[in-house]
């Protein structure tokens, strides 16, 4: 099967009682069982269930598995959100006096979870650069872990999934890998030797920006030692250790779980997924061709300038996502440049229908240090674009009317 059929039919058969042709939304915050023996089986593990929605729930199980099986996992838990997502895998794994070695430039909320587990005692390292060699040398006793995202967001470097998934395994740690900007349709790490795929859903996967979610999937050929993972001591479960404890310790204990609505209506936009984001690179890249065209410094993993394309265009099969940067000199210009966008919409994430816009200095990275915003590649006249999927020519229209508007001040202002 291929992936739209797979997307489609996949996991999907009508409902057997009703003939329903959608995943059935469970709107329920627990669910009764007939006898007390049934619920001591289920709770022993003994017999298949559901008991109360934080715990499992069938709309966000049908889920889960429709993502593992996109992503060729061994299982997949979901979360309330993509930070959700991120803090509970990582903590799934690391303790105090553990270390992380991370890219630089990773998502924001990202960035700044991992400096906040510094006050547990847990370290964080960046490497300077996302080459595979540029991480070795900052592999101690106490990493853990490697944490990459497959394209920096708004940075666009690229990570080499395969060589990082060689120098972790040569150390004996796991690669976790945020594949929210590629999605499983442009890039499958577990294939490139990944052990853990990280995504936020609600972007590109749920693709109309109508629900928060996020999900951790497992990929089932790291063992995860008791010796070297303390905390798989009660979870010695071999390669399902990792979801067995993500599931049961994170998002039932800590309580990260997703909502069965969200769900329900990430599942619906997931059907498209692949259309979308045809639809969606091919847009990205004429818009990045076409802005270069006209002179302006343009970063785009799809144009033959940017330092990873060729990776880029081998690990993501040809295509290379929704994002690009735009600098347009000074701060003032990039404001007056987003103002002037028609259809563009000034708003913080990515991965909607329609086109996204951001100045990123003075929002997402508003607190961040200059050396955090340095690593990120974030300057003061840098504008994030997200493009979505309108019709080509109106978006080229309405990117060079703006350019041309946000060349001077206007006499008023
Ligand atoms: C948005 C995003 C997140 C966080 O996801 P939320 O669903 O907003 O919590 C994490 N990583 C990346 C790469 C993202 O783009």
Not at 33 to 53: H, L, N, S, W
Not at 114 to 130: H, M, T
Request: contains cysteine.
């Amino acid at each position: 099967m291929r992936f739209t059929t797979q997307l489609l039919h996949g996991r999907f058969a009508p409902d057997a009682a009703t003939g329903c042709v959608t995943q059935p939304l469970y709107q329920t915050s627990a669910f009764c069982q007939q006898t007390a023996e049934d619920m001591e089986k289920i709770f022993a593990g003994r017999k298949p269930g559901f008991v109360y929605t934080r715990v499992g729930n069938p709309t966000i199980a049908a889920f889960e598995q429709r993502i593992n099986a996109l992503e060729g996992g061994i299982g997949a838990v979901a979360c309330a959100s993509g930070m959700a997502a991120v803090t509970q895998a990582v903590l799934n794994v690391v303790q105090t006096g553990d270390e992380i070695l991370a890219s630089g430039g990773l998502y924001g909320g990202t960035s700044s979870i991992f400096r906040d587990l510094g006050s547990y005692g847990i370290g964080v390292r960046y490497a300077p650069s996302n080459e595979p060699a540029a991480f070795e040398p900052l592999i101690t006793e106490q990493t853990k872990l490697i944490y990459v995202e497959t394209i920096g967001n708004p940075k666009l470097d690229v990570a080499d999934i395969q060589g990082l998934a060689d120098v972790a395994h040569a150390h004996g740690i796991p690669l976790f890998v945020d594949n929210t900007v590629t999605t499983p349709y442009l890039c499958r790490p577990f294939a490139l030797g990944a052990d853990v795929v990280i995504h936020s859903t609600s972007k590109a996967l749920n693709g109309n920006g109508n629900s928060i979610g996020g999900i951790v999937v497992s990929g089932g050929r790291f063992k995860w030692s008791a010796e070297q993972f303390p905390k798989f001591r009660e979870f010695s479960f071999g390669p399902m250790s990792f979801v067995v404890r993500m599931r049961q310790r994170m998002v039932t204990d800590y309580g990260g779980c997703m909502a069965p609505f969200n769900a329900y209506l990430t599942g619906i936009g997931l059907d498209t997924l692949a259309l979308r984001m045809d639809r969606i690179c091919d847009n990205a890249k004429r818009l990045a061709e076409d802005l270069a065209g006209r002179g302006y410094v343009v970063n785009y993993p799809g144009l033959p300038g940017h330092p990873q394309h060729a990776l880029a265009k081998a690990q993501f099969g040809g295509r290379y996502g929704a994002m690009l940067t735009l600098r347009l000199g000074t701060k003032e210009r990039a404001f007056r440049f987003i103002n002037s966008l028609h259809y563009a919409l000034n708003v913080s994430n990515i991965g909607d229908a329609r086109t996204l816009v951001i100045h990123p200095a003075s929002t997402i990275f508003i607190h961040s240090r200059g050396e955090e915003k340095a690593n990120a590649g974030v300057t003061d006249d840098l504008v994030r674009i997200n493009v979505g999927l309108e019709d080509f020519e109106d978006l080229q229209e309405d990117f060079a009317q703006a350019l041309e508007a946000s060349k001077e001040p206007s006499p008023e202002a």
